[in-house]
T-cell receptor, first 114, second 112 residues
Framework: GAGVSQSPRYKVAKRGQDVALRCDPI?????LFWYQQALGQGPEFLTY????????KSGLPSDRFFAERPEGSVSTLKIQRTQQEDSAVYLC????????????FGQGTRLTVV | GQQLNQSPQSMFIQEGEDVSMNCTSS?????WLWYKQDPGEGPVLLIA?????ELTSNGRLTAQFGITRKDSFLNISASIPSDVGIYFC????????????FGKGTRLSVIA
C-alpha cells in the first residue's frame, strides 16, 4: 500500500482480555517499529524488526507484550491479560532500511482498557 | 538510554508570526527527523536531516542539524491556523540498530 496501515483504529478491551494489533508496513520496507504513546507524551519505543528478525525488544514493558513479524512484512503486537495502564495509542512505523533513514508512521491504534 | 530534550513544551502565537523550537541531546545523533502530529493521527514526517550543519527547507519549514550533532531546531515562518498541532523531534543514534528516539513534543497553538 501507499502508507503504513494499522488496524483496528480503536479497540476497547475489558481488563484481562487479550488483544492483537496489526501493522501493514509500506511495501518493501525492511524495518518495522512499534511505539506506545500515552496521552500528551511522545512516542516511546517498544520493539524493532529487521525483516522477520526482532532485533530489539528492550522497550516492551512486560512479558505480557509480544510482537512478531513472521514473514518480514505484516507485524502483530499482542498484549495478554490487558491492564488499565496498557491504555494508550500504539503506533507502527516502517523504514526502507534500518537506522538513519526516514521512518513513516501509521495512524495508530487507540487501545482503551476498561 | 538516549534522551531528547525538546523546548518549548507549548507555544501560543498569532497567525503570521514565525515559530522556533529546538531539540537537544547529551549524546550524538546521526540523523534528525521532525514530525507533526494532529489529534487522532500518527506522526507525519516533515523534514529529515542527515549531516551536521545541514539546513533543509520544506515550504515554510526550515530545520537545521547542529554542528555538534547534539541538537536540531525547526523554524516555521508566517504561521497559519493549520500549523496547529504537536511537533516532535526524533533522532537515530550511533549504530545501525539503535531505535528512533523521540522528544516529548512542542504543542503549537495559532491564534487567528
Amino acid at each position: 500500500g501507499a502508507g503504513v496501515s494499522q488496524s483496528p483504529r480503536y479497540k476497547v478491551a475489558k481488563r484481562g482480555q487479550d488483544v492483537a494489533l496489526r501493522c501493514d508496513p509500506i511495501s518493501g520496507h525492511v524495518s518495522l517499529f512499534w511505539y506506545q504513546q500515552a496521552l500528551g507524551q511522545g512516542p516511546e519505543f517498544l520493539t524493532y524488526f529487521q525483516n522477520e528478525a526482532q532485533l530489539d525488544k528492550s522497550g516492551l514493558p512486560s512479558d505480557r507484550f509480544f510482537a512478531e513479524r513472521p514473514e518480514g512484512s505484516v507485524s502483530t503486537l499482542k498484549i495478554q491479560r490487558t491492564q488499565q495502564e496498557d491504555s494508550a495509542v500504539y503506533l507502527c512505523a516502517s523504514s526502507l532500511y534500518g537506522g538513519n533513514t526516514e521512518a513513516f508512521f501509521g495512524q495508530g491504534t487507540r487501545l482503551t482498557v476498561v | 538510554g538516549q534522551q531528547l530534550n525538546q523546548s518549548p513544551q507549548s507555544m501560543f502565537i498569532q497567525e503570521g508570526e514565525d515559530v522556533s523550537m529546538n531539540c537537544t541531546s547529551s549524546s550524538i545523533f546521526n540523523t534528525w527527523l521532525w514530525y507533526k502530529q494532529d489529534p487522532g493521527e500518527g506522526p507525519v514526517l516533515l523534514i529529515a536531516l542527515y549531516k551536521a550543519g545541514e539546513l533543509t527547507s520544506n515550504g515554510r519549514l526550515t530545520a537545521q542539524f547542529g554542528i555538534t550533532r547534539k541538537d536540531s531546531f525547526l523554524n516555521i515562518s508566517a504561521s497559519i491556523p493549520s500549523d496547529v498541532g504537536i511537533y516532535f523531534c526524533a533522532g537515530w543514534g550511533r549504530g545501525g540498530n539503535t531505535p528512533l528516539v523521540f522528544g516529548k513534543g512542542t504543542r503549537l497553538s495559532v491564534i487567528a
